[in-house]
């Protein structure tokens, strides 16, 4: 189903920088990363899964090869990223549903998924987006179910505060703070909001 078209900024920040964006990531180790945040997830067989803000799927792929028997649904707005994420899924050999669409506009029925994951997205959106988002996987979260979050932090480190710069901008980034996130997702109606160490962001909370 299409969806009406909406601004979004795209993985790479522009779509003619989208072909950089796996490699990039692949240097940055942000593949660990994935691993610790699906680690956090306890997914069990039977499980459902939405991944939102998918990109280029990496992390979608990466959950449904580690667990044949959890379905995986990614969504994004962006039909050029989709495009990627189903290669990388047929390339992988493990079927994963990739659907156009937007966070804080979710076409899913109430309580339809056990786990919500959103990597590396939330950078991504504007304060009443983050809102409309984090409203929507409450609403779209079975009772007892969680979201476990990823995303770059607010460097006080001098090295990575440059690169974050760089590459996101200090005003995204002041949004993303810890307190900031664990505030919002509070304010969303979230239970047990907790972060899971590591280099960036995480929250982990039961809905
Ligand atoms: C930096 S990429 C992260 C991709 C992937 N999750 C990963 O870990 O590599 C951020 C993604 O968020 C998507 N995005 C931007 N606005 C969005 C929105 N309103 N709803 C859902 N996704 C959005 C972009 O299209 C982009 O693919």
Do not use: W
């Not at 969806?3 to 989208?18: E, V, W």
Request: charged share 25%; with cysteine; net charge neutral.
């Amino acid at each position: 189903m299409s969806h009406p078209h909406r601004a979004y900024i795209p993985a790479a920040g522009h779509d003619f920088l989208l072909p950089f964006y796996d490699p990039l990531n692949r240097l940055l180790g942000v593949g660990a990363l994935h691993d610790e945040l699906i680690a956090e997830a306890h997914l069990e067989p039977g499980h459902r899964v939405l991944d939102v803000g998918c990109g280029t799927g990496s992390l979608a792929v990466r959950i449904r090869g580690k667990y044949p028997q959890v379905e995986v649904v990614g969504l994004d707005p962006d039909p050029k990223a989709l495009a990627i994420a189903r290669r990388k899924a047929e390339r992988a050999g493990v079927t994963v549903r990739f659907e156009q669409g937007y966070g804080d506009a979710l076409r899913f029925g109430d309580a339809e998924f056990d786990r919500v994951t959103s990597s590396l997205m939330l950078h991504h959106l504007d304060l009443p987006t983050r809102r409309g988002m984090l409203r929507e996987v409450l609403r779209v979260l079975r009772p007892g179910g969680s979201l476990h979050l990823l995303d770059f932090g607010r460097s006080e480190e001098r090295s990575s505060r440059f690169l974050s710069r760089l590459l996101y901008g200090a005003e995204d980034l002041r949004e993303n703070s810890d307190p900031r996130v664990a505030a919002l997702l509070t304010d969303a109606g979230f239970e047990a909001v907790e972060r899971v160490a590591g280099a960036a962001t995480r929250g982990a909370q039961t809905g």
